[in-house]
Structures are given as C-alpha cells and as structure tokens.
T-cell receptor, first 114, second 112 residues
C-alpha cells in the first residue's frame, strides 16, 4: 500500500514564526502536492512538484514556499506564519504520466497560528 | 477555468436511506472525474472514478456516472450505513500535470 506520512498531526505556532511541514511518500511517485482544507472551500492547491528540485505554484501560493531535495520528501514552508494560515494542510502524491491516476493523501496536519 | 460545484451540506440521513450527492463541473475537453472520501480524523482516499463519458465508477456500494450532456457526476448509494458518515469531495483532473480541482465537500451524517 502507498503510504504518505506527514510530520505532525497537530501543530501550534505563533504569528511570525517560520513553520516547516514535512511530507514523505514511500512509492517512488514523481508528483507531490500540498493543499489546504478549509470549511466550505474544499481543498485548494498551494504548490506542487513533478520532480526533484522542481516546483509549480498552485492556486494560493502567497505566503508559502516549498522544497523538494529528494524524490520522497516534499516540504511546505510558512516563512512568517499568520493567523489566516490556520488550517488543515494535506499532502498528496501520484505517479507521473497517467492523468487518471489517483492521488494518495497523508492524514493531514492541523496548524493553528496564534 | 475549470471548476467543480457540489451540493451544500450537511446531509443527514437515517440508516438504510438512499443517498444522492450532486456534483456538476465546468471544464474544457473531457476531464477524468473522481469522488474522494474523508473519514473523521483521516486524509482523503479515492472512492471511485470515471475517465470518459457514460463511464460508471463504483465502489463499496457507491456509484457515479459521468454525464457529459449535463456535466454531472452525482454520487449515489442505495442504502447508507452509519459507517458512511464522512466528508465527500467531487474532483476533476485538470490537464496533464496531475492537478485535481475539488468541490467544497459535502458532509454526510448517518444516524442509526
């Protein structure tokens, strides 16, 4: 079974802190994604990566950056956390090349910024 | 641009009731369509998918048919169980980058 793990289930940070959210997948997938999930808004794509050291902006990249130094790991960085970044963050991965392929999701990190 | 619209929730049903969750989409071309489910405290997992018009996806008693003429992909189940209580997301695949566009999610609560 594909496994996508995220470093924390719950995280509490203060405004202005730098925050790192880590995601690791064990299926050698090329594509990795970061979403945020908010009530009534569904999932919105923040960034995605289709290869090591490659990254593409999603629909809401402002205030975020990402890093992909190794194929299995995709990190989301909040350079200076703000209260409007309080949300559930979901990481996903999928194999490249087959558009119909499923995305596999991690359990999510619920981030609270005080 | 591409978009997905789901019916507003929450939906509350009694056990063994019939379920329909409406999903309509706007897209160019012929996107693949998905239903994902999120059980309490968990990430999303694929429930079913359809890749072309008139395809029917099915899994765990759930079904959805890709209707190009009405741009819809409604989720149905004949008899829901308490264990089906979850948030359901309709999504479409956008282009060839693997990106998914999600609807806002519909919360289903099934009471015994």
């Amino acid at each position: 079974d594909v496994k996508v793990t995220q470093s924390s289930r719950y995280l509490v940070k203060r405004t202005g802190e730098k925050v790192f959210l880590e995601c690791v997948q064990d299926m050698d997938h090329e594509n990795m994604f970061w979403y945020r999930q908010d009530p009534g808004l569904g999932l919105r794509l923040i960034y995605f990566s289709y290869d090591v050291k490659m990254k593409e902006k999603g629909d809401i990249p402002e205030g975020y950056s990402v890093s992909r130094e190794k194929k299995e790991r995709f990190s989301l960085i909040l350079e200076s956390a703000s209260t409007n970044q309080t949300s559930m963050y979901l990481c996903a991965s999928s194999p490249r090349g087959v558009p119909t392929d499923t995305q596999y999701f991690g359990p999510g990190t619920r981030l609270t910024v005080l | 641009g591409n978009s997905v619209t789901q019916m507003e929730g929450p939906v509350t049903l009694s056990e063994e009731a019939f379920l329909t969750i409406n999903c309509t989409y706007t897209a160019t071309g012929y996107p693949s369509l998905f239903w994902y489910v999120q059980y309490p405290g968990e990430g999303l997992q694929l429930l079913l998918k359809a890749t072309k018009a008139d395809d029917k996806g099915s899994n765990k008693g759930f079904e959805a048919t890709y209707r190009k003429e009405t741009t819809s992909f409604h989720l149905e189940k004949g008899s829901v169980q308490v264990s089906d209580s979850a948030v359901y997301f309709c999504a479409l695949h956008s282009g060839n980058t693997g990106k998914l566009i999600f609807g806002q999610g519909t919360t289903l609560q099934v009471k015994p």
